[in-house]
């Protein structure tokens, strides 16, 4: 009972921060600090008084600073969700911070002098990159999802193959959209094998479309089979895809093993329309692209959803700027690209020249990693990309201390543990990152 009666009062604290931290932003982490200190100390969780003040100025500095930050991605995973999926071109950056912070002609014709579409600057680039009629953007590919169903097949019959009726993660699963759009779901095939002919058998005059979706983040081995877009062609109903990751370029080209159908593949073999994601192996912003026949996009676009969907000017500036980057065919310029087609033997020099800097620290045993990175973001699953990672052990500290320790650095550090081994993969440092892992772990140090 006496820890608990020499808990200091809330004025303590605000004495003591006097003039160095606003009093509100004090109170309220004194009281938070305050209160979990004495549960602790009821549920005889803590014996010490010791580090209040640290607990305190702590939880002060975390309400005052931003809660969105930069963090250093060492996992590896190129398009990582949890991370911010991909990551956006320096000079793509940049011109997204002048649209934010300037006026712009979003929507408005300058050589007319009157309203223009906010579209209008980015739809030309789309047609051109994936040889579409007609474009549309949405906030992203759930949305397109959403709107490509509600447009075209409210209240009548969709079929999808049992093998495709997947989840994505973050709770969007093909079944639920095609409820919430209005649209009804008729299941063909099984989960492994779906034939021609089961679609032919599902066909009604209630049925409006026929899907086929990108099994993104899994892939199915052994006793499988399925039908090809092209083929679904024959049934004589629109056909629409939904290709996930959205590439606009073939990444086999790049001797990548990639199965990740692109838009412009996609609509050369005949399909009505495609939708896929801006933000993962496009490498733009988060964005939903609907490419295909120019008579559906028409309507899409003028479902009243469709302004309720719309992308804001910055996704605008980023998508276009990252189309153009495209068209200049200065691909290699787009980090998620360039990330997954890094090769090992360049990873291999970066790892090496990140251990030797990282040897300054005293307390980490370093080893040179040969291991496998991820694309991530539910695209391409079965690629295993081949990297180098340094790996660390620390002399004080067990390895999930270790890691837990790096995400309270400034910037965090989030990296991925093998074993009893803490892997800092390079494949996903950016440039800079390399001297804030260091920093990071030379705070540790003095912790
Ligand atoms: C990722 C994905 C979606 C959802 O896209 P978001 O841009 O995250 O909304 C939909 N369908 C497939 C097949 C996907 O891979």
Known sequence: MSLLRQIPQVSKWLEDFKGKYPEELVKRAAREVTDRVRREIKEGKRDTLEDLRQLVEERVRALSSASLKRVINATGVVVNTNLGRSVLAQEVGEFVKEVATRYSNLEYDLQEGRRGSRLSHVEGLLAELTGAEGVHVVNNNAGAVYLVLNTLAYGKEVVVSRGEL?????????PEI?????????????????????????????TALVMKVHRSNFYMEGFVEEVQARELLSLGLPVYYDVGSGSLLELSRFGLKSQEPSFGA???????????????????????????KAELVQKIRKN??????????????????????????????????????????ELKVKARSLLRKLRRVPSLELFLVKEYSRCGGGAMPELLLETYCVGVKHRRLSTSQLERALRQAEPPVVARVKEDLLLIDVRTLLEGDQEDVVRAFEWLEGE
């Open 304 to 345: 009243p959803m469709s302004r309720a969907l719309r992308v804001d000017k910055l996704t605008l500036a980023g998508l276009e700027m990252t189309l153009r980057l495209y068209l200049r065919g200065e691909h290699h310029k787009i980090p998620t690209l360039r990330m997954l087609l890094q090769k090992p033997e």
């Open 166 to 174: 997947v989840e994505i993660g973050g709770g969007f699963r093909i």
């Open 266 to 292: 996609c609509l050369r073999q005949g399909v009505s329309l495609v939708s896929g994601s801006g933000d993962k192996l496009l490498g733009g912003p988060q964005a939903g692209i609907i490419a295909g």
């Open 178 to 206: 095609m409820r919430a759009s209005g649209a009804r779901l008729v299941e063909v095939g099984t989960t492994n094998r779906t034939r021609l002919s089961d679609y032919e058998k599902a066909l009604s005059p209630e």
